[in-house]
């Protein structure tokens, strides 16, 4: 009671001293949040009249599927910029909140007031709150509207995908002679367009028309004479070379189809994009020329992947094993398949923008897939192979039915009328398929690189071998970095090629790519490869910025300092430790991961750890330990239990000692905790060498005292101070026993004092006639052999008189046997 009196008497004494202070703090936030307010609400506005104008588009009939996709993404930019906006309020309405918590509720009713002061500020908060919930409530429903546009957006482009697909035109008009009048006119307006913008070209942009392919020239042939003369050898066929090796053979059929493409299709990026910066290209010769070129890059591409991988001039340098002549019939029935597709888009193209009549549309393409369907049934009854016996081999039953398959789809469904849908499948199967067997060519040529010695037989690893220190491991460790690097170019260049061919729309790889660098939800959790990525290299440089100053601090600075060599250790792994734990952190932070996620998973998994890894954790631990206390260090002389060696390294989970037979013997760390750990240099190499010796009963004591005492103090590793001791030990059994006792400076050095003490002590005792005595051992007796026999006269004869009465007991036993077969004849009396 005393305290909730206590209150209102302390708020209204705050509130006294600080009014002014209050009044304008109050005033600057209330300021500040007003324009905060009244900004996000003009964006708000803007984002829903530009939704309003974009819904209209969208509702228009005449929308394809490019537009839609532009829609679409214009759809996205105003989601995030509405998220965006309504997230501009967090922090004020987190201060908001703490205030209110710090103001409490109000008093309740029968209650001491409030101070007014209170009161109105804890309205004023209460009222902003309001206003700030109300827009990003506004926010949320555009976010919401737009989202609903954005899945009626991707429902349209299915239904118009489908309608291009499913739809059946009639083949009357389209094979009547009107057909043919109306193409004489099409071709015509083109050849009237294309002669009026050249004659206008030249009289007037003549000089900017030479400059701009003159400069596209010299970029074609920089690329053209820069690509040979750096990589000939890669994607050109060496003819002199009899049998090249399978990897030789891809990266060639690989590398001559990509290069060149690349090469042609920047040269005609150029030339386009001169002719448009000097105002050569007019609207419809501009899109002409974009067709045209494209078709030209095509076709190129589709002859070169063929002839690389058939090589009908070089058979040594085929990938597929077919004969000279099917390669070269295989190449031209590929080549004018893809020319014929290329006219098909080329006219199609000049028909969109000239408006021809639907029937030329239907005829042009009628006519492209019959010739496609015809071509591929032609190279499936081709016989590529030729037997041992000279006979002509056909492709494999399954290749084979599956071009003849798509070859009768395509000319089925254009004689049924499903033109689209003949044109999607010709499409596919040319440029489809030249994608994904250059794609596969890569695949398979990266594979090659990495497999071990890959590397290395290649040009680039020639060279690089003949002209570099690399050896064979790290050729081949290259080679594996070149061959992940050869997938990921495959993959970034070749699928989004793909997915351009089978519908998709750039503003669809766009928005992908967007995501998957912003982040994917899964669930309540956002993944951002992006994200990931950053914190690997984050962690990355990290990591090898604390290796490089762990060599700095340990080699500049402990070194020149001359810090022991087991405080060193100790501070380099303490250094290395923190700044590799520091790197992970910073790139779990820089990944966007929030930490107190991990936190959670931690307490959650805690109870796991503490049983299932219960010994990890409890050397871990006594590896920091050992690290921070330093009972030893690296080079102390410990014994721990049965082993006894030099400390070599100290981790967080064991320690290496190395013993004096140069065996390494690991010991977990908990092990040096618990158990008693003897240590030999600890705090300095001083230590107690000892040293036994016996004599005989009857010597005289004093005098043998006095000469081990000599030799003891005679030893220049023996030190002065403490002075060495001679103990008479003990009345021994058979001896009268003496221990010297010795200090040295290292005792490492210690075996060495042992043995020359011990040679001396051997040495005067035996001048002096000093009996050591020893312990009476038992005498085994051998037995011996019989000395090999010299006189081999002497040897036959034994051995002829053995065989002699041998003889004569074999023919008594006989003798005896016999009459006891006879047995004995009855006594007649």
């Known amino acids: 009671m005393f305290f909730r009196l206590l209150r209102p008497i302390l708020v209204l004494l705050v509130a006294a001293l600080a009014q002014p202070s209050f009044d304008a703090l109050a005033q600057a936030i209330g300021h500040g949040s007003s324009q905060l307010i009244a900004d996000q609400t003009k964006v708000i506005q803007d984002l829903t009249t530009r939704t309003d104008g974009l819904e209209k588009k969208l509702n228009d009939p005449g929308q394809d599927d490019a537009g839609l996709v532009d829609i679409r993404l214009q759809m996205e930019d105003i989601s995030r910029a509405a998220l965006n906006s309504a997230l501009a309020f ?179 990026a150029s ?172 695949f398979l040529s990266a594979r090659a690189i990495g497999e071990e010695g890959g ?99 340990d080699g500049s600075v402990m070194a020149r300092g001359k810090v022991d060599a087991g405080v060193r250790n100790s501070i380099r792994l303490g250094v290395g430790y923190a700044g590799v734990a520091l790197a992970g952190l910073v790139g779990i932070s820089a990944a966007g991961i929030d930490l107190s996620n991990l936190a959670l998973v931690a307490g959650a998994l805690s109870l796991g750890i503490g049983f299932g890894l ?13 690290l921070a206390e330093r009972p030893f260090k690296v080079g102390d002389w410990i014994v721990a239990g049965d082993t006894s060696g030099t400390v070599k390294k100290i981790s967080v989970r064991a320690t290496e000692i190395e013993t004096f037979q140069r065996q390494s013997v690991i010991l977990p760390n908990s092990n040096l905790i618990n158990n008693a750990v003897g240590n030999w240099t600890h705090r300095n190499k001083l230590g107690r060498v000892d040293i036994k010796v016996g004599v005989a009963y009857g010597t005289d004591i004093k005098r043998v005292h006095a000469i081990l005492s000599n030799i003891a103090r005679a030893h220049p590793m023996v030190l002065k101070n403490p002075e060495p001791f001679v103990l008479f030990a003990n009345f021994g059994a058979a001896a009268l026993e003496f221990e010297i006792r010795v200090f040295v400076a290292d005792i490492m050095n210690g075996s060495i004092v042992q043995n020359d003490i011990r040679f001396a002590i051997f040495d005067i005792f035996e001048d002096e006639h000093i009996e050591i005595p020893s312990t009476p051992r038992a005498v085994i007796e051998t037995k011996k052999h019989e000395a090999w026999p010299i006189d081999d006269d002497k040897i036959e004869a034994e051995f002829a008189e053995r065989q002699r009465l041998e003889a004569e007991a074999a023919a008594e036993a006989a003798r005896l046997a016999k009459l006891k077969r006879k047995g004995r004849k009855p006594d007649p009396s």
């Open 455 to 553: 590397f290395a037989d290649t040009s680039a690893g020639r060279w690089l071998s003949a002209n570099s220190s690399y050896e064979d491991t790290a050729l081949d460790q290259l080679g594996l970095v070149v061959s992940i690097a050869i997938n990921v170019m495959i993959v970034l260049v070749f699928l989004p090629l793909i997915l351009l061919m089978w519908g998709f729309q750039p503003g669809d790889i766009e928005a992908w790519a967007y995501k998957l660098a912003t982040g994917v939800q899964v669930g309540s959790v956002t993944i951002s490869f992006l994200g990931i990525l950053t914190g690997i290299v984050v962690f990355i440089i990290g990591y090898f910025l604390t290796r490089w100053f762990q060599g700095w601090l």
């Open 90 to 268: 967090r922090q004020r309405l987190t201060d908001i909140n703490n205030r209110i918590e710090v103001l409490g509720p109000a008093p309740a009713q029968g209650q001491p007031p409030e101070p007014e002061i209170v009161s109105s500020e804890r309205s004023a908060l209460t009222s902003e709150k309001a206003q700030i919930n109300a827009v990003v409530a506004s926010a949320q429903n555009l976010s919401i509207r737009v989202n609903g546009l954005i899945d009626k957006i991707a429902t349209m482009r299915s239904a118009l995908f489908r309608n291009v697909i499913t739809k059946q035109y009639e083949l009357t008009d389209a094979l009547s002679p009107q057909a043919f009048s109306d193409a004489h006119d099409q071709f015509s307006g083109l050849y009237k367009a294309v002669s009026s913008w050249l004659s206008f070209a030249f009289k007037f942009k003549f000089q900017a028309v030479l400059v701009a392919t003159l400069m596209a020239l010299a970029l074609a042939a920089v690329l053209l004479i820069g690509g040979r003369r750096f990589f000939g050898r890669i994607f050109e066929a060496d003819p002199s070379i009899e049998e090249p090796s399978y990897l030789s053979r891809l990266s060639v059929a690989f590398w001559s189809t990509l290069l060149p493409t690349v090469a042609l299709g920047a040269f005609f």
């Open 614 to 626: 219960q010994n990890v954790v409890s050397n871990f631990v006594s590896g920091l330990i050992l």
């Open 271 to 442: 030339a386009v994009f001169f002719f448009n910066y000097y105002n050569v290209l007019r609207g419809d010769i501009g899109t002409f020329l974009n067709a045209l070129l494209t078709v030209i890059a095509m076709v190129f591409c589709v002859n070169r992947l063929t002839n690389a991988a058939l090589e009908p001039r070089l058979p040594n340098w085929r990938l597929i094993p077919v004969a000279t002549g099917p390669a070269r019939w295989l190449a031209g029935l590929t080549t004018a398949m893809a020319i014929v597709l290329g006219l098909n888009y080329f006219f199609s193209v000049v028909n969109e923008k000239m408006g021809s009549p639907l029937s030329l549309t239907i005829a042009r393409g009628f006519v492209a897939t019959i010739i496609i369907g015809v071509i591929l049934i032609l190279m499936s009854l081709i016989r590529p192979f030729r037997a041992k016996d000279g006979s002509w081999r056909p492709w494999p039953a399954w290749l084979r039915f599956l071009a003849i398959g798509l070859g009768l789809f395509t000319i089925a469904a254009a004689l049924l009328g499903y033109i689209g849908l003949a044109l999607f499948v010709s499409f596919q199967v040319v440029v489809t398929g030249t994608i994904l067997i250059t794609a596969y060519i890569g």
